[in-house]
């Protein structure tokens, strides 16, 4: 009867130490699944706006509430989005090349042969701006990646590059639009022009390698 009695407690004692554990390990389970960060710390600004915890996309219903099912949607978004950045930005390369060579030409153009290139390249430089807008709003716009990346990475490298290419890109439109005024800014629009090419190509070549 003893011994049947301590067997008995013995059982007791061990259903309640197993579902002590399974307790705290639940609790564990939840705190983790808690701690799980579904947005990086780090964002910029403009991804922060529109797709951060309280941002703009949530109060009004386009991107729904963080859970992990969600955030694997966005994701897809932003890999879409940034399809479309790399497809537009080799367009807006070859538009940046043509100008180039258009704008050589101009230096001695003349005559009817000026009114010609010069049209052709106020047109190229529309087109241009246009391409690159749409793929600088690829990259501000689109939701961000799951985690930040430490240390040196090809795609921090292409990000440096970039803050340098769109101040090269704003510099070269409001020289252009000077030069009419004072063609002693020549020098300076197409040093600007220059700079935001050669960034910009190193920043598309970048990705292709990794580090």
């Keep these: 009867m003893k011994l049947l009695s301590l067997l008995l407690f013995f059982v007791l004692l061990t259903g309640v130490s197993v579902a002590q554990e399974a307790d705290n390990l639940l609790a564990e389970l939840d705190t983790t699944a808690k701690q799980t960060k579904l947005l990086p710390d780090k964002m910029l600004l403009t991804q922060r706006i529109f797709w951060g915890e309280k941002g703009l996309y949530r109060k009004i219903g386009i991107a729904p509430a963080l859970t992990p099912e969600n955030r694997a949607k966005e994701l897809r978004v932003r890999r879409t989005m940034f399809k479309i950045h790399q497809a537009v930005g080799l367009l807006t390369a070859a538009g940046m090349l043509a100008q ?112």
């Design 100 to 211: 180039g060579i258009l704008g050589a030409k101009l230096y001695t153009a003349g005559g009817d042969n000026y009114t010609r290139i010069r049209k052709a390249h106020e047109a190229t430089a529309l087109g241009i701006n246009i391409a690159y807008g749409t793929t600088a709003l690829m990259a501000f716009t689109a939701p961000p990646a799951m985690l930040n990346r430490k240390g040196i990475s090809n795609v921090k490298i292409h990000k440096y590059l970039s803050y340098i290419h769109l101040t090269g890109m704003i510099t070269t439109n409001i020289l252009a639009d000077k030069i009419g005024d004072n063609y002693k800014l020549k020098p300076y629009h197409r040093a600007a022009a220059f700079t935001t090419f050669g960034t910009y190509f190193a920043a598309m070549a970048i990705l292709k390698f990794e580090f």
